[in-house]
């Protein structure tokens, strides 16, 4: 099964992950590229779609709603993202005002409703770990947004220092320890050739994977324990995408690596 998909920069929208994929039932993840001035319409469809500003200013308009300037980081490491939900059945129409990119992250849902912009000072902000396994987590769509399958956030991970740490899984409902929801990682660095290690593994190992991710790289993970590495000397940016239907911020830790966080 191959859990990684590579993707070249590229103008217009182009679809990385669909439901299908490597096991993934609901996420759909892609990039939309727009030059300054250029203009981007997506019809109405049965999903909901979370649209994260990675770079650049655009307006927002559709049946109903308009908002004007939304976005204002020059890249993924320089703040919190501006957003937009958009619950089931909203055509929108996007004017970039500069450059930009946008991650385009959806899920089949026959829940209509009005969009809902989402500002950086909105976005919270979370310290996990510590030590060499310390990151930052920026809270986007979560509990506080009512969407249907969608709980998406992103990570800031130090040169050399561990995330998904320790090993975590959302596998099955079982509150509450853990609730079952699938994820995709995409992932950037802040210098040239920077990297990481991925593993997914299951507690039979069934799935037991190991792999390199570099700039642009996204990883499907259906299932299983996740933890993730970044190379000395290179900060790391995933945007984590989890879909299902609890949406919670719950996993069960590895027994193995459990001790880790207990002290």
């Known amino acids: ?31 939309l590229r727009l ?11 049965a999903q909901e779609t979370a649209l994260v500003f990675l770079s650049g200013t655009a307006t927002l308009r559709g049946r109903g709603f308009a908002y004007g300037e939304i976005g204002r980081r020059n890249d993924v490491f320089s703040g919190k993202a501006a957003s937009v939900y958009l619950p089931a059945g909203n055509d929108y129409t996007l004017q970039a005002k500069t450059d930009l990119e946008i991650a385009v992250c959806q899920a089949p849902s026959g829940r209509e409703g009005m969009p809902r912009l989402i500002l950086p000072e909105e976005v919270k902000e979370v310290t996990l770990g510590e030590d060499n396994w310390k990151r930052t987590a920026y809270m986007i769509v979560d509990d506080r947004i009512p969407a249907h399958y969608l709980f998406i956030g992103e990570a800031i991970v130090p040169p050399g220092n561990w995330a ?27 210098r040239p050739g920077g990297f990481g290690i ?13 792999m ?3 700039q642009n790289d996204t990883v499907l993970i259906p299932e299983g324990y996740h933890p993730v590495v970044s190379a000395a000397g290179y900060s790391m940016y995933y945007l984590w995408i989890m879909a299902g239907v609890n949406r919670k911020f719950l996993s069960r830790q590895d027994p193995d690596h459990r001790w880790v966080a207990q002290g």
């Open 35 to 45: 030059q300054a001035g250029e203009t981007h319409t997506a019809t109405a469809e």
């Open 212 to 214: 390199t991710v570099g």
């Open 198 to 210: 991925q593993k997914i593994y299951t507690d039979d190992r069934s799935i037991d994977e190991t």
């Open 1 to 31: 099964m191959n859990y990684k998909r590579a993707w070249r920069a590229a103008p217009g929208f182009s679809e990385i992950v669909k439901p299908g994929d490597a096991g993934l039932e609901r996420i759909g993840f892609g990039l």
């Open 164 to 190: 998904s740490f320790p090993p975590h899984r959302h596998d099955k409902d079982d509150l509450p320890e853990e609730v079952d929801m699938e994820e995709v990682y995409f992932f950037r660095f802040d």
